[in-house]
């Protein structure tokens, strides 16, 4: 089978990184596809960023795709697995040999969800959502945001305890307490700062091309 590999740098989607199409090997007719977008920014601390969207990479016309897999890479993960039982699938039996293609693919092994014809599905994420939002025979895209987190910073500083130890404000002091308070130790403190994260996309598509005519 001629050799397919195509790539796009950034042309159909301004998030969009590398976008390619190889065949499976000993499998006529049949695409393993990957489309990565760029780092992008989450929201920052708790806040939710802004959505962005991956369309999984072109296929030539007449191909069909029959399993996704999305992945938000990074701390903040979601992720979703779908196979189509239709068109190729139902002409061959059903769509299981292309999840365990894709599952060979993204390195994932368990089990896929299937899903009747349609554009709408959900990932399952942590911190962060991802969805389908447009599904057709030959192309599908993904939409996903994330939150950040907060970074804390520990500082130790040398305080007289009068100014950490509220009991030092007390009246009729023993002279032991009034010497305690009179000096110094050491103390922890904690500041919090609200930061966003970076991550990255990706969608990965198995596609197969017309049947073979008799």
């Known amino acids: 089978m001629r050799l397919i590999s195509i790539f796009f740098l950034l042309l159909f989607s301004s998030y969009i990184a590398r976008a390619q ?9 049949t695409l393993s596809c990957i489309s990565e977008s760029a780092l992008v920014d989450g929201g920052s601390g708790k806040h939710w960023g802004k ?34 039982t239709r068109g190729q699938a139902e002409r061959m039996g059903d769509g299981s040999a292309y999840s365990e ?5 993204t390195g994932v092994v368990g089990p896929t969800r ?7 599905a959900k990932g399952i994420g942590s911190w962060a959502q991802c969805e389908q939002i447009k599904w057709a025979k030959s192309s599908v895209t993904w939409r996903f945001q994330f939150q950040g987190w907060s970074a804390e910073t520990r ?6 305890n009068s100014d950490s130890d509220p009991s030092c ?13 009179n000096q110094t130790s050491p103390h922890v403190g904690w500041t919090s700062k609200d930061e966003p994260i970076h991550q990255k996309a990706k969608l990965y598509t198995i596609a197969v091309g017309p049947a073979p005519k008799n």
């Open 21 to 29: 199409c190889e065949p499976v090997p000993n499998k006529p007719g």
């Open 169 to 181: 404000k007390q009246p009729n002091k023993s002279p032991e307490k009034e010497e305690y308070c």
């Open 51 to 84: 959505w962005f969207e991956i369309t999984s990479a072109p296929v030539p016309d007449g191909y069909e795709i029959l399993s996704v897999s999305f992945r938000l890479e990074g701390p903040h993960p979601c992720t979703a697995d779908l196979t189509y």
């Open 101 to 105: 293609i894709l599952n060979s693919v």
């Open 114 to 120: 299937h899903f009747e014809p349609g554009p709408s």
């Open 155 to 160: 500082k130790i500083t040398i305080e007289k």
